[in-house]
């Protein structure tokens, strides 16, 4: 099991409406991989403790981690630390946890993003990590959110270079749109139906429902379900 870090906030800043990126100096962080997450643990004074995952939003740089906290309406952890916990307050993160749902630079074969929410956090991750090493592996973004308001990374994801984006809006869609709102399809996953579409390695990352629903739309498609990763919340 990974040992528990100190780690200081160092910066916040507000994603949407009850969505913020937290930035941490770990010390004595080992390094992560895109994709990969923390837990991160609480202690009261009466010596009650809280612990709960986050997923890394940045690929490793130094000490510095970025985490993605979505708050939960009557959560114990996640309005604290998006709204409350002083900078220069410490935490506990104990990881990098999991090795499954991460991307690595030196692989080549395309890549399909699939994100639902903030399930966008840990492939943001992978964006970043992709465009910091330079990669000419074809990568692409499908985002699903309700409305305009609950898009993160907005003015990063429209310049992320090599990474397309294709924002769906299942609730409310911007004026000028060209899909209605409704909730993912097929068409929305693989418009072009190439075969680049078909090779790709997938990753999903959402809520339960959002996932197996994307799943079941590329394994329909003609996905490979091996070829077919998922992480979910909620």
Known sequence: ???????????????SGTGRTLRFDVPQWPGHLAGQHV?????????????????LAAPEH???????????PDGEVSPYLARDLPAGAEVEVRGPLGGWFVWRPEQHEPVLLVAGGCGIVPLMAMIRAHRQAGSATPMRLVYSVRDPDQVWY??????????TTRIIYTRRAPPGSSRPPGRLTAGDLMPLGTSEDSSALCFVCGSTGFVEHATGLLTRAGCDPGRIRTERFG
């Not at 099991?1 to 994603?15: K, N, T």
């Open 1 to 15: 099991m990974s040992a528990w870090w100190r780690a200081r906030l160092v910066g916040r800043e507000e994603q």
């Open 154 to 163: 907005r003015d990063e994801l429209t310049g992320a270079g090599p990474a």
């Open 62 to 72: 130094g000490s510095g981690i970025e985490l993605g906290v979505q708050v939960v």
């Open 39 to 55: 837990d991160v643990r609480l202690s009261a004074d009466d010596g009650y403790q809280a612990v709960r995952s986050y997923s």
